[in-house]
């Protein structure tokens, strides 16, 4: 596709079920980016992937998140026993390289409601 | 305190005022500073960026990087109803370019 995908783009789950949020990066693109944004908050780094290695994964609040990447293309987050507090829109990007200045190309997001 | 911190908001402008928007940051490290735009219920997209101190003008936008100050602009000459959006600012810090954002101004420019 043109741009980055994500799905879905709302999900609403019961607290304790696990979700699954899935990205498409822009094709060629192999460095991969989630971001999670919570209402009134900034844009908070999760984790990022470089091809399907993720060298960086301090980001991620807690032992219930992990994400993987297969074939250098789409991921997936995966939220085990949700939360309430992890209710917010969950945000994917690409880019080319992992450069200082590259551009991110981010997704339009998943808004997780949890109840 | 947080590393980069922004105004929320929101700010409401006729068309066609300056706009002015700020973010400070408390990190010395950070050496490219960046603008994004985000609409409602779109992810944000990178508008400018700017590396050590300086200007950098691009149409109707200019960026402006105080590094003594800890201090960086975003200005918006003859603002339009469709600036109205969030912008953020962001700073990359470390390997692989992961972002630091600012929480985001909300801009309005009313007609």
């Known amino acids: 596709g043109a741009g980055v995908s994500q799905s879905p783009s709302n999900k609403v789950t019961e607290k304790g079920k696990d979700v699954e949020l899935r990205c498409d990066p822009i094709s060629g693109h192999t460095a991969l980016y989630w971001y999670r944004q919570s209402l009134g908050q900034g844009l908070e780094f999760l984790i990022y992937?470089?091809?399907?290695?993720?060298?960086?994964k301090s980001g991620l609040p807690s032992d219930r998140f992990s994400a993987e990447r297969t074939g250098g293309s789409v991921s997936t987050l995966t939220i085990q026993r949700t939360q309430q507090e992890d209710s917010a829109v969950y945000l994917c990007?690409?880019?080319?390289?992992?450069?200082?200045?590259?551009?991110?190309?981010f997704g339009s997001g998943t808004q997780l409601s949890v109840l | 305190q947080k590393e980069v911190e922004q105004d929320p908001g929101p700010l409401s402008v006729p068309e066609g005022a300056i706009v002015s928007l700020n973010c400070t940051y408390s990190?010395?490290?950070?050496?490219?500073f960046m603008w994004y735009r985000q609409y409602s219920r779109k992810g944000p997209e990178l508008l400018m960026y700017t590396y050590s101190s300086g200007n950098k003008e691009d149409g109707r936008f200019t960026a402006q990087v105080d590094k003594s100050s800890k201090y960086i602009s975003l200005f918006i000459r003859d603002s339009q109803p469709s600036d109205s959006a969030t912008y953020l600012c962001a700073m990359p810090l470390g390997a692989g370019n992961m972002l630091t954002f600012g929480g985001g101004t909300r801009l309005m420019v009313k007609p």
């Open positions: 992937f470089q091809g399907n290695s993720a060298p960086d």
């Open positions: 990007a690409s880019s080319q390289l992992t450069g200082f200045n590259e551009k991110l190309f």
């Open positions: 990190n010395s490290a950070f050496q490219y």
